[in-house]
């Protein structure tokens, strides 16, 4: 599988962890840490091998179909959450495609979401279907922090 500037199509691992209408859970002891379907987590994979401090902010969208060993990889470079109305176009196109599975990838040099990350999460989980959008990921070269982890563990806690 390969990144690009422009969108491509993209082979990734062979089969689907989920089935379809399912949405892969953080396991219990792990908080933040991503459960994924293969081709996110092989697209998680690169990213992260070529990770470069300079894409701070940069964010990846992985689509794909269950069941499917290909998707769609679309790069935007530049800070994604601080632009005005970045999050309603964002929710546009991913509703707008008829595909299984939507993966974000979001690249930080601390490996944290920074507010404006989870606002953009809040937001995106507020518009798009939850069972489309599997997650959003923060990463550097060797963390990874799960908004959708992130939630389970709030809920978790708030259940007592």
């Known amino acids: 599988m390969s990144v690009s500037r422009a969108t491509s199509t993209v082979e990734v691992c062979p089969g689907l962890s989920t089935a379809r209408g399912s949405v892969p859970q953080t396991p219990l002891?792990?908080?933040?840490?991503?459960v994924m379907p293969a081709p996110a987590?092989?697209?998680?994979?690169?990213?992260?091998d070529h990770f470069r401090?300079?894409?701070?902010?940069?964010?990846?969208?992985?689509?794909?179909?269950?069941?499917?060993?290909?998707g769609v990889?679309?790069?935007?470079?530049?800070?994604?959450?601080?632009?005005?109305?970045?999050?309603?176009?964002l929710a546009t196109v991913i509703n707008g495609v008829s595909i299984d599975r939507v993966f974000l990838a979001l690249c930080r040099t601390a490996g944290r979401p920074q507010e404006a990350d989870r606002e953009l999460w809040r937001f995106l989980r507020s518009e798009v279907d939850t069972e489309?959008?599997?997650?959003?990921?923060v990463f550097n070269g060797h963390e990874t922090w799960s908004m959708r982890g992130e939630d389970l563990t709030a809920q978790r806690a708030a259940l007592g």
Do not use: N, Y
Request: a negative charge; zero cysteines.
């Open 41 to 48: 987590e092989s697209l998680l994979a690169i990213l992260q």
């Open 132 to 137: 489309k959008l599997v997650d959003l990921v």
């Open 29 to 34: 002891g792990k908080p933040h840490t991503p």
């Open 73 to 89: 990889v679309e790069q935007i470079e530049g800070s994604m959450s601080a632009e005005p109305g970045a999050a309603q176009g």
């Open 53 to 70: 401090p300079r894409e701070d902010g940069w964010l990846w969208i992985a689509f794909f179909d269950d069941g499917d060993d290909r």
